[in-house]
């Protein structure tokens, strides 16, 4: 594969971006386009696409949240808060013509630089399908505390959903 374009996301990506998730994910976490619409809307600079010859092959969505206030699945509602204090990671995929050519450590970069640009201590995600192995390479490690998800949310992720965090230091 050439190099992908690592570009903001646009609202005019949406389909192409639930159709890399119908490739990347179980059925449980297929998630309505208004769900993708609402986050994409609260807060267009912390979302990006990855395109190949054309074709979205990769995204990640995150949103700037207030402590405990993390989207739920499928949530069509989502508002950002007035004073976000963490950078939620809430969804990464890399369809299969992208996988292991480097796009997940561009993206996952770029929203920690992002992060940090936005002075924001820390990022935090909720990790599905046994990935936790994955975003241990980007510094993440799992987070029990409840500070920031509850028990119930978490387990809406399903059984094997973890809650994942990193503080931001000078550097990403």
């Known amino acids: 594969m050439t190099q992908a374009l690592v570009r903001p996301m646009a609202q005019g990506d949406l389909a192409a971006v639930l159709s890399v998730q119908h490739q990347s994910y179980a059925a449980a976490f297929h998630e309505p ?4 619409a609402s986050k994409w809307a609260a807060s267009p600079d912390t979302c990006w696409v990855a395109e190949h010859e054309g074709a979205v092959c990769a995204y990640l969505v995150c949103l700037p ?6 989207p739920a699945l499928h949530a069509t509602d989502f508002q950002k808060g007035m004073h976000p204090d963490w950078l939620y990671l809430h ?11 480097g796009l997940a450590p561009q993206l996952v970069e770029r929203a920690l630089a ?4 936005m002075a924001l201590p820390a990022a935090g ?3 599905v399908q046994g990935s936790s192995a994955f975003w241990r390479r980007f510094g993440f490690e799992i987070d029990a505390s409840e500070r920031l998800v509850s028990a119930r949310k978490l387990a809406s992720f399903g059984a094997d959903a973890v809650f994942m965090s990193r503080e931001l230091g000078a550097t990403a």
């Open 33 to 36: 386009i208004e769900a993708f």
């Open 65 to 70: 949240i207030e402590q405990r206030n993390l």
């Open 91 to 101: 969804d990464l995929a890399i369809g299969p013509v992208a996988r292991g050519t």
């Open 114 to 117: 992002r992060a940090q640009a």
């Open 125 to 127: 995600l909720i990790a």
